[in-house]
């Protein structure tokens, strides 16, 4: 499949005219052809106007539709070949076993929700009888959640497919019966076309409306704004910087008619080494520690960047082995410029924060672009870590810092002053099951997903998967990125009282034509 430059406005291929991007290889700086056009506001508008027409028919596609469209844009990716993955690696110096692997979560993750669509429990059909001789009677009620509708979904910069065209925000929003307009990512836009032609021959081959998805090119400030801007649109989802999920949440929430915003932010997510587990195990878990916070240049949103633990001999292990491994850690290209330069930004203003020891960096740089990242792991004490705001940042990259406390006491009220974050760790034995058991409901009002004895890189697509958490880890901690309840960030309940047989939607038939679990009169039943 030829990559021409080309953004997709329902079923045309076109290049953008207001202004031009080309990719930069990150691993030596040479752009990489061809460029692609920038959207205007006249296409961004026809995107949105042809996802509004679209709307209607695609959220009353059958169960079965729904969910082979899922499938098939999951075989269309596949089909695409290896040109996909040696585009992937070119645009974002990602190792190509890290893309292969990143491309069959993206396909399993399309799976998963055709499986959850099949299913039909995310309708929360519910029927409730009617009572003619109550007094007063109640007439015939029943529920299920409809689609929300066209929704804006912007690529990540990290993850070029599981977070981006294809990934979680718009197989969830197609499994709800969404339409998506798709504001790809500037670091990865010919990764970006393939898989977007991709989705776009499976809307064709399920013979579902063009306006089922499109897929813009633009400048991120003036494409997105004027995206989530049109009131076509009717929900945001989002994976970037606290500035940039801000930015777009203050556009949406000022419109006539305010709409959600799901963006996933910002997150630094502590992992907690108790007394015992690290007096047994320092030195392993200080190897362990390191190899996640490097891995992938520490460009995941659920990177190690904070560890609590007790001040003791064995802390003192601990530290002594990070030094030593990090030290030993080559330098990695970053996914892009402004990512490279952020990351150097942010260890540059650690260094100079008087109240906290660099302990040890990684080696340094082997290329002359400046797009790689030094390893960095830091030491200040609790008191300084709640009075210096900076050591609280997130530096998106292989940085962490190491917080040393007095006792568990100091944990927990450190704890409690933290923000929102995705995950949380524990590192725990036994013997350390009070301890935990006490830091566990601190714990639960912080995050979306605490783990134990492992570390948090690494976000398994399932059903119970919660990839979010208070802000500013998310805009809205009621909701997952990840996982089969993703889904229900694009829907909404309705109620259908005393309505005919005959005009009821497929899933509220007395017939249960789709033999859906349904809740009726209090009790579930699939007849």
């Known amino acids: 499949m030829e990559i021409r430059g080309e953004m997709l406005i329902g079923r045309q291929q076109i290049v953008g005219t207001n202004g031009a991007v080309c990719a930069i290889n990150p691993a030596n700086g040479e752009k990489l052809s061809p460029e692609f056009g920038y959207a205007t506001n006249e296409q961004v508008d026809l995107a949105c ?93 029943r529920m299920q959640k409809i689609a929300l509708g066209p929704v804006a979904v912007f690529g990540a910069s990290n993850f070029p497919l599981a977070f981006s065209v294809a990934g979680g925000d718009t197989a969830s929003a197609f499994a709800a019966g969404c339409p998506v307009v798709v504001k790809a990512h500037n670091a990865h836009p010919g990764t970006s076309e393939l898989v977007g032609k991709a989705i776009q021959k499976a809307v064709q081959t399920c013979n579902l409306h063009e306006g089922v998805f499109s897929m813009l090119i633009g400048a991120g400030a003036a494409v997105g704004q004027h995206l989530v801007s049109h009131p076509a649109i009717q929900a945001v989802g989002f994976t970037g910087s606290r500035s940039g999920g801000l930015s777009l949440l203050r556009t949406a929430q000022a419109r006539h008619v305010p709409i959600p915003v799901y963006a996933e932010m910002s997150s630094i997510n502590p992992v907690y080494l108790l007394p015992d587990v690290l007096e047994n195990n320092a030195e392993s878990l200080a190897k362990d520690f390191i190899d996640s916070l490097t891995l992938g240049a520490g460009q995941f949103c659920t990177n190690p960047g904070l560890v609590f633990l007790k001040k003791s001999d064995a802390a003192t292990r601990f530290i002594e082995a990070a030094k030593v491994a990090m030290a030993q850690k080559a330098a990695q290209t970053m996914l892009t410029p402004g990512i490279a330069h952020a990351f150097h930004q942010g260890t540059e203003k650690l260094k100079q924060q008087i109240t906290l020891d660099v302990l040890a960096e990684g080696l340094p740089s082997t290329t002359p672009t400046g797009y790689q990242a030094q390893g960095m792991i830091s030491l200040c004490n609790a008191r300084d870590f709640i009075a210096n705001a900076a050591l609280q940042e997130e530096v998106f990259g292989p940085s962490s810092v190491i917080v040393m406390c007095d006792d568990l006491e100091q944990t927990i009220a450190i704890t409690k002053l933290l923000e929102g974050q995705l995950t949380a760790t524990v590192h725990a034995t036994s013997a350390d099951h009070e301890a935990a058991a006490r ?67 497929s899933a509220l038939k007395n017939s249960n034509e789709w033999k859906l679990n349904r809740l009726v009169d209090g009790a579930f039943s699939a007849s």
Do not use: W
């Not at 996802?51 to 499938?71: H, I, M, N, P, V």
């Not at 055709?114 to 299913?119: I, L, M, N, Q, S």
């Not at 398994?460 to 958490?469: A, L, P």
């Open 49 to 141: 106007e042809l996802a509004s027409q679209a709307d209607d028919s695609f959220r009353y596609t059958s169960l079965e539709q729904r969910a082979l469209f899922l499938e098939t844009i999951a075989q269309e990716i596949f089909n695409i070949g290896p040109a996909l993955i040696e585009r992937a690696h070119l645009e974002t110096g990602l190792p190509v076993a890290r893309l292969e692997g990143e491309r069959g979560r993206t396909v399993n993750q399309l799976k998963l929700f055709a499986k959850v669509v099949r299913d039909g429990d995310f309708l929360s059909a519910t029927l409730d009888s009617a009572l003619p001789d109550r007094v007063p009677p109640r007439p015939d009620l």
């Open 439 to 505: 830091l566990i409901p601190v714990l639960e009002r912080k995050v979306g997903r605490i783990l134990f004895n492992g570390f948090p890189t690494g976000v398994e697509v399932c059903h119970s998967m919660v990839h979010g958490g208070p802000f500013p880890a998310t805009s809205d901690s009621r909701t997952t990125s990840v996982g089969a309840t993703a889904i229900d960030r694009f829907l909404r309940p309705v109620c259908y009282q005393a309505i005919p047989e005959q005009l009821l939607p």
